[in-house]
């Protein structure tokens, strides 16, 4: 039985093997889903992976809620979408999608608001820890500890990428979408975390909305998310460490963040659905 992955090795089509459910490729190349519930389709030399610190950061975060309206927002756009109609199975693919939140919530909440629109979804990432987590939290959706430059699987087998606080970048995830199928980012927005920036970048200043798509990708429709929280100086420093800029806050300014309270941090986020020209 085919499927829709290629061999790490030799990029040939994987098979299904109906009793190992194991997959093999005509090159006689096997990998087995390991006993922590996912596959491993191989490991770059210096992976993306986020330091335990930044884990328990992240995962602080996501547990307190301050991204559930985030979620809702996905789930929404995703469920009005016309190509995702009731009855129909949609294949889903959450490109560098560490320890699987997203994945799980958002499927949980298109379950609540359309029953009829069954989700399968398969997770990948470079990290193994966060892979590992994933997994564990939830056996459903397929996990996958892959190089994200190449990814194994064959043109045009998702519904639905979704690329969540990354930059898109390369032809992979063009490639890997159906035609008429839609790939959803979510970018930080102008105003996202100000008032923890301001403690970095004295000279902070706004920058309008831009959306640089790649010539294979046309845009549908694009929304912006800004809500208000209240979060304390120890949930600010989590917030800081999921963010590419972390690095610019010395010790001085980490302690002058984890200070303060922060009654109206703003939360900005930029949701973009395209398609396949």
Known sequence: MNSIYLCPICQSGLMLHEE???L???????????????????????????????????????????????AQKMAEMIGQ?????AGKSLSQLDYDCGEGYFL??????????????????TGISEA?????????????????????K????????FDLVTLI???????????????????????????????????????????PVSHNLPKELELVQSERLSIKVSVSGEQAIALLEMTPYAWRANDNVRHHIQQAKFDSLEIDFVISLMTRK
Request: glycine share 6%.
């Open 165 to 207: 606080d990354k930059q898109l970048k390369g032809k992979e995830l063009t490639r890997v979408l159906k035609q008429e199928g839609i790939l959803l980012q979510v970018a930080a927005g102008p105003r996202h975390l100000w008032q923890i920036r301001e403690f970095i970048y004295p000279d902070l200043s706004e920058k």
């Open 104 to 121: 799980r919530t958002v499927k949980d909440i298109l379950a609540e608001q359309q029953p009829d629109i069954a989700v399968e979804q």
């Open 20 to 22: 190992s459910k194991g």
């Open 81 to 85: 979408l016309p190509q995702f109609s």
């Open 128 to 148: 193994e820890n966060a892979i590992f987590a994933a997994a564990k939290a939830q056996s459903g959706p397929t996990y996958i500890v892959s190089n994200l």
């Open 24 to 70: 093999h490729c005509e090159n006689k190349h096997h990998f087995d889903k390991n006993e922590q519930g996912y596959w491993l389709f191989g490991q770059v030399k210096k992976p993306k992976i986020d330091s335990r610190a930044v884990m328990r950061a992240k995962r602080y975060v996501l547990e307190s809620g301050i991204y559930v309206p985030l």
């Open 150 to 157: 190449h990814l194994p699987i064959k043109d045009e087998s």
